[in-house]
């Protein structure tokens, strides 16, 4: 009878051991599952944090350059008042020109000497840098081809240079 109460007992151990390992595994995976997805959520969080900064320098630096190095107004097709947004150190440069192509709309040359008048009062360098392909001037109608359009704006000898020293 001793012979078969021993494998009884072994085998009711052996459950045992088995219940208990399983109750250990499953409680460490838990915990190894929590800690892995709360690791994960905090190197995510850090890097997030860490790349919005750097996007947002690098999207000041690159307003700061805009804003500073030039502001062009192609195709004009109007006359613009910047007067309130022009002075030296915020905007060194003014550009204009008219628009190219067939379907392209007339360019008056009176809004770019006008442009160039609020430059000059503030202070900021100005480039009168294409002419369009339709340009009215002194009550006249032009068609410029396209070769010609930087050349003939250049020839109007209208732009502002500014010797800036930092």
Not at 15 to 29: K, N
Not at 53 to 62: G, K
Not at 84 to 100: F, Q, R
Not at 119 to 125: K, Y
């Amino acid at each position: 009878m001793k012979n078969k109460a021993l494998p009884r007992a072994f085998k009711i151990s052996i459950a045992v051991m088995m219940c208990f390992t399983m109750f250990v595994f499953f409680f460490l995976g838990m915990s190894i599952h929590n800690m892995s997805e709360n690791t994960i959520e905090d190197i995510g969080i850090a890097y997030m944090a860490g790349m919005n900064e750097q996007v947002s320098l690098h999207f000041e630096t690159i307003i700061e350059l805009r804003l500073t190095m030039a502001e062009s107004i192609a195709p004009m097709l109007e006359r613009v008042d910047l007067r309130p947004y022009l002075a030296p150190g915020v905007i060194e440069e003014v550009s204009v020109g008219g628009e190219s192509g067939k379907y392209a709309r007339e360019l008056d040359y009176s809004w770019v000497t006008d442009m160039r008048e609020q430059c000059e009062d503030s202070g900021v360098a100005f480039c009168f840098h294409q002419t369009g392909s339709y340009l009215l001037k002194d009550g006249r109608h032009y068609h410029i081809p396209r070769e010609h359009q930087h050349s003939q704006a250049a020839k109007a000898g209208i732009n502002i240079h500014i010797e800036r020293h930092k």
